[in-house]
């Protein structure tokens, strides 16, 4: 499975992003798919986990009612809207899969994609 992200950026504190994560090279459909961050100096860190079905969203409490992950499985796509963006926002955001159940943890990841760089600007 490859994995690429794309959506980062530049915005303002209050503003808003989209990411969106391609899968290639097997379908996605039965993989939970993840997106993590990692931030200048910090360990990568759990944001939004959503199930093969798309059901039970799952985030960290630092990005709950402000993000929302998403899939479409006939697109083979995952995607990560980001409100009310503030400075902490700032990282490297990737998306990962695993053929599974949901997971807080990055080391039950199986695929990662090359990252896409978040900066929100105060």
């Known amino acids: 499975v490859q994995l690429v992200e794309s959506g980062g950026g530049l915005v303002q504190a209050g503003g808003s992003l989209r990411l969106s994560c391609a899968a290639s090279?097997?379908?996605?459909?039965?993989?939970?798919m993840a997106w993590f961050r990692q931030a200048p100096g910090k360990e990568r860190e759990f944001v939004a986990a959503i199930s093969w079905s798309g059901g039970n969203p799952f985030y960290a409490d630092s990005v709950k009612g402000r993000f929302t992950i998403s899939r479409d499985n006939a697109k083979n796509m995952v995607y990560l809207q980001m409100n009310r963006l503030t400075p902490e926002d700032t990282a490297v955001y990737y998306c990962?899969?695993?053929?599974?159940?949901?997971?807080?943890?990055?080391?039950?990841?199986?695929?990662w994609g090359q990252g896409t760089q978040v900066t929100v600007s105060s």
């Open positions: 990962a899969a695993r053929l599974g159940g949901m997971r807080w943890s990055s080391a039950s990841y199986d695929y």
């Open positions: 090279g097997r379908t996605v459909t039965s993989y939970t």
